[in-house]
């Protein structure tokens, strides 16, 4: 199973940023992840440099209200 970690810190910039292409390329590679039967798996970075795994995403459904939520913002 393919596992595609994406940090939250990231996807928090972009969206301030409004940067519509990074977000869009985000959204096509895990779509393409769970069309696979991958997961898509969210992870905050701490300060401290470690990991707090927030969501594992296997389903599209969740992916699309997410990507709804953020669109919404830009």
């Keep these: 199973m393919d596992i595609y970690q994406v940090y939250i ?3 928090e910039e972009w969206e301030m940023l409004k940067d519509e292409y990074q977000l ?3 959204f096509q590679k895990a ?3 769970l069309v696979g ?3 898509v798996r969210i992870v905050r970075k701490q ?3 470690s990991e707090v795994v927030l ?3 296997d389903q599209l459904e969740v992916l ?3 990507k709804e939520k953020m669109w ?3």
């Design 37 to 39: 039967g991958g997961v």
């Design 47 to 49: 300060f401290n440099n």
């Design 55 to 57: 969501e594992d995403i």
């Design 72 to 74: 919404r913002f830009l």
């Design 24 to 26: 869009s390329l985000f």
């Design 64 to 66: 699309l209200k997410l």
């Design 9 to 11: 810190n990231d996807l």
């Design 31 to 33: 779509q393409s992840v």
